[in-house]
């Protein structure tokens, strides 16, 4: 029973994600068993969609106060818990969220600082050029809206006009779901980021792709 659940599974699997993603997965699964290794996909946004401009008028887009968001992480449904808040407080994130009257419907966080990552020793290293752009959150009444994507190109849109070149992130190489979302939302793959721990030491190597955008792992010295 065990096995036929084990073969259902991988069959459900490659007919949702091909045959190679399955093979990548299992691979990194089976490398995993003896040690901690990762592949980060670097990605950027660079362009506005306009189509993601327009909102329903009961919606209001804003970056949140301080206050708001101490406010809202008081809920746990909002998946914002306090040590989260002030260690993004402390660096002076931002989080620019979608409002339906008093309900956070939407928002995303926005870093122009180095990002501890999983595993949290790590940070995420990139150009001052760019904003880093985590932790997208939809609540569940809103999902299907389009409100994420509705979020990021405004604070795109932002972002372009203080300056910046646009949004850098980074997703697992085996979250197929993820990759396929942000590239439907016109993001760039720029190149990949490889992790190793092995002996309790970390190693990182970066393709030249990510070279531009300065992206690396590092500890925080």
């Not at 804003?62 to 402390?90: G, W």
């Amino acid at each position: 029973m065990i096995v036929q659940q084990l073969i259902q599974k991988s069959q459900t699997k490659i007919r949702k994600n091909g045959l190679s993603s399955a093979i990548h997965q299992l691979l990194l699964k089976t490398v995993n068993v003896f040690m901690l290794f990762k592949i980060l996909r670097g990605v950027t946004l660079q362009k506005v969609d306009e189509t993601f401009l327009d909102y329903p008028s009961h919606l209001k887009p804003m970056f949140l106060s301080e206050q708001m968001m101490r406010h809202y992480a008081r809920d746990p449904v909002n998946e914002m818990p306090e040590s989260f808040i002030e260690e993004s407080l402390a660096k002076g994130d931002q989080c620019f969220g979608i409002f339906d009257g008093a309900v956070l419907a939407s928002y995303g966080w926005y870093s122009r600082q180095p990002t501890h990552i999983d595993p949290p020793e790590l940070f995420l290293h990139f150009s001052p050029s760019f904003v880093y752009m985590y932790k997208g959150f939809t609540h569940h009444d809103y999902r299907g809206q389009r409100l994420h994507a509705i979020g990021m190109n405004l604070a795109l849109k932002h972002y372009l006009e203080k300056g910046y070149q646009g949004l850098v992130s980074y997703v697992e190489s085996s979250n197929f779901d993820s990759l396929k979302s942000i590239y439907r939302l016109g993001y760039l793959n720029v190149g990949s980021i490889y992790l190793i721990r092995l002996f309790g030491r970390y190693q990182s190597f970066t393709s030249k792709g990510c070279e531009p955008f300065d992206l690396a792992l590092k500890r925080l010295v």
